[in-house]
C-alpha cells in the first residue's frame, strides 16, 4: 500500500478535531441585534426637513432658508443677527454646519440632515422678501435635539410665513 493510502485510512478512522460552526448561536442573537440597531439609529441617527410650499409664496419670488446646526450657546448669537442673518459675518462663520435651501411656490422637496456631534440644537432661518425689494423678514426657529434628531421635520411654507411641525 501506498504511504498515501495508508495516511487516508488512518485519518478516516481517527477522531475528527473540527467542531461544529458556531453559526447557530450567532443566528439566534440576530433579531435581537436587529432591534438593538432599530432604536439606537431612532436617537441619534439621520434626520430630513420635508418642505410643502403653498402654490405662491415670497411674493412670488425665490424663499432662501438655511438650516444650521449649532451649539446652545450660539443660540442668542443667531438672535441677535435677527433679519439680517443673511448678509452677516456669523452666516460665513457657521457655513460648514449649514445647508441652504431654495424653494418656489408648489415645492415639495426633502433635505437630509446628518447630525453633528456637539450641535444639538437646529435653527431653521427663512428670508422672506417683497417683490419690490424694499422689506425683508426673517424667520427663525430653534429645534432642540429631542424635536428634529432621527426624525423628518415638515416645513409648511406659506407666503408670508414658515411653519415648522415637531419631528416624527
Not at 439609529?41 to 446646526?69: E, K
Not at 429645534?143 to 419631528?167: A, P, Y
Request: charged fraction near 25%; hydrophobic fraction near 40%.
Amino acid at each position: 500500500m501506498s504511504s498515501m493510502l495508508r495516511r487516508r485510512r488512518s485519518l478516516a478512522g481517527a477522531p475528527s478535531t473540527r467542531r461544529a460552526p458556531a453559526s447557530l448561536p450567532v443566528l439566534a442573537l440576530l433579531p435581537v441585534l436587529a432591534l438593538l440597531a432599530a432604536f439606537s439609529t431612532g436617537c441619534a441617527g439621520s434626520a430630513s426637513v420635508s418642505f410643502h410650499c403653498d402654490p405662491r409664496i415670497n411674493d412670488g419670488l425665490l424663499l432662501t432658508v438655511d438650516l444650521v446646526q449649532i451649539a446652545d450657546a450660539e443660540v442668542p448669537q443667531i438672535k441677535q443677527a435677527g433679519d439680517q442673518w443673511f448678509y452677516s459675518d456669523l452666516r460665513r462663520q457657521l457655513e460648514p454646519r449649514t445647508k441652504t435651501v431654495a424653494v418656489t411656490g408648489g415645492c415639495a422637496k426633502e433635505v437630509p440632515i446628518e447630525p453633528r456631534k456637539g450641535y444639538d440644537v437646529l435653527a431653521v432661518i427663512a428670508d422672506y422678501k417683497s417683490a419690490g425689494g424694499d422689506t425683508s423678514r426673517g424667520s427663525i426657529q430653534f429645534l432642540g435635539k429631542g424635536e428634529w434628531r432621527g426624525k423628518t421635520l415638515r416645513v409648511q411654507v406659506h407666503d408670508t410665513v414658515l411653519v415648522v411641525e415637531k419631528g416624527r
